[in-house]
């Protein structure tokens, strides 16, 4: 049995989405649909129980008769903008750590979802080196939840038995739900199809041109193929990236969309809010050494073969994704 927390959710739905694919259906997930449609995504997989978020924290022990051999815990506020620091310290470290005990207690594989926000601006690289770990500076309480666990397991002596995925951009089908905190690709889709038009922020650096920021965008399809190559892999742990590793401009990014659409290419550059150009990333880009050193050797997408797929498989057909895809 396979444990997958915010299985309900973006990536942790794609990720029991593949287990399927991979002849895998022995699957709890946990999670908390609220009130959005989130519950969408688990009509296109198979798993075996669901179980509430806070039942499953507050029962641990009794689901040892379940015969659990792995908890991909992918739950988690992950809301950039959220300002509940106290929600996010209990929802994102405190619920981490409590799992991260029980699984190395009971010798259960653990693979947790750590952020590209812990990164802050960048000024320390982008090297999932665990010795640079305590000194990075997050630029939002989302990153800096994330990173108190890492610090906190480096601290235990935990990272050669747990391993923790720094997910960079990523974008692709069941992120619907997401409001505001959709992708780019997602958003702008929507906007291409209303306006006929993408609007993106102006750069307030002279470094970069206005649509010229950078960001590593990573299909959920490639992130997700690199998150479970670890899962039978116990004796490979600690932080890995995983990204493209290779950064693209969002004018690259809407300009796959308005081609994928074969629509011509309008794009507009607004000013950027002031609450969000403080804490504004102008470049991210996964160093992926680690990751190979490791033996992860699977090509990944190019940003426009990931755009294409998403927007003319999923997008514009309204899909989400179905074990029973090709």
């Known amino acids: 049995m396979i444990v997958v927390t915010g299985g309900a959710g973006f990536i942790g739905s794609a990720i029991v989405w593949k287990l399927n694919k991979l002849g895998e259906s022995d699957v709890i997930i946990v999670d908390e649909?609220?009130?959005?449609?989130?519950w969408k995504n688990l009509a296109g997989i198979k798993f075996y129980d669901f179980i509430n978020k806070d039942e499953f924290i507050n029962h641990l022990d009794s689901l040892l008769d379940s015969g659990i051999k792995a908890i991909i815990h992918m739950g988690a506020n992950s809301s950039t903008t959220e300002k509940d620091a106290d929600h996010l310290l209990k929802n994102n470290f405190e619920?981490?750590?409590?799992?991260?005990?029980?699984?190395?207690?009971?010798?259960?594989?653990?693979?947790?979802?750590?952020?590209?926000?812990?990164?802050?601006?960048?000024?320390?690289?982008?090297?999932?080196?665990?010795?640079?770990?305590?000194?990075?500076?997050?630029?939002?309480?989302?990153?800096?939840?994330?990173n108190l666990f890492d610090i906190w397991a480096i601290?235990?002596?935990?990272?050669?038995?747990?391993?923790?995925?720094?997910?960079?951009?990523?974008?692709?089908?069941?992120?619907?739900?997401?409001?505001?905190?959709?992708?780019?690709?997602?958003?702008a889709y929507e906007q291409i199809l209303t306006t006929g038009k993408v609007k993106l922020f102006k750069s307030q650096l002279a470094a970069y041109k206005d649509g010229e920021q950078m960001r590593d965008f990573v299909y959920v399809k490639d992130a997700i193929d690199m998150t479970l190559y670890f899962l039978d892999k116990k004796e490979i742990n600690g932080l890995f990236n995983v990204g493209s590793g290779k950064a693209?401009?969002?004018?690259?990014?809407?300009?796959?969309?308005?081609?994928?659409?074969?629509?011509?290419?309008?794009?507009?550059?607004?000013?950027?809010?002031?609450?969000?150009?403080?804490?504004?990333?102008?470049?991210?880009?996964?160093?992926?050494?680690?990751?190979?050193?490791?033996?992860?050797?699977?090509?990944?997408?190019?940003?426009?073969?990931?755009?294409?797929?998403?927007?003319?498989?999923?997008?514009?057909?309204?899909?989400?994704?179905?074990?029973?895809?090709?």
């Open 95 to 146: 619920y981490t750590r409590k799992l991260a005990r029980f699984s190395v207690k009971n010798n259960i594989r653990f693979i947790y979802a750590s952020s590209a926000a812990t990164y802050g601006d960048g000024s320390l690289g982008f090297d999932d080196d665990e010795t640079i770990v305590p000194r990075l500076r997050p630029l939002n309480m989302y990153g800096y939840s994330k």
């Open 155 to 187: 601290k235990e002596n935990l990272m050669d038995k747990i391993t923790g995925i720094k997910y960079f951009n990523v974008y692709g089908p069941n992120e619907y739900h997401k409001g505001d905190m959709r992708s780019v690709v997602n958003k």
């Open 33 to 38: 649909l609220g009130q959005d449609e989130k």
């Open 248 to 326: 693209r401009t969002w004018n690259d990014l809407v300009t796959a969309i308005f081609k994928a659409l074969n629509k011509p290419i309008n794009i507009e550059y607004i000013d950027m809010p002031g609450h969000l150009a403080a804490k504004y990333q102008y470049l991210t880009e996964a160093k992926l050494d680690k990751i190979k050193k490791a033996g992860y050797s699977k090509s990944i997408s190019s940003l426009e073969d990931g755009v294409t797929d998403y927007v003319k498989n999923y997008l514009i057909k309204n899909n989400y994704l179905d074990f029973n895809d090709d």
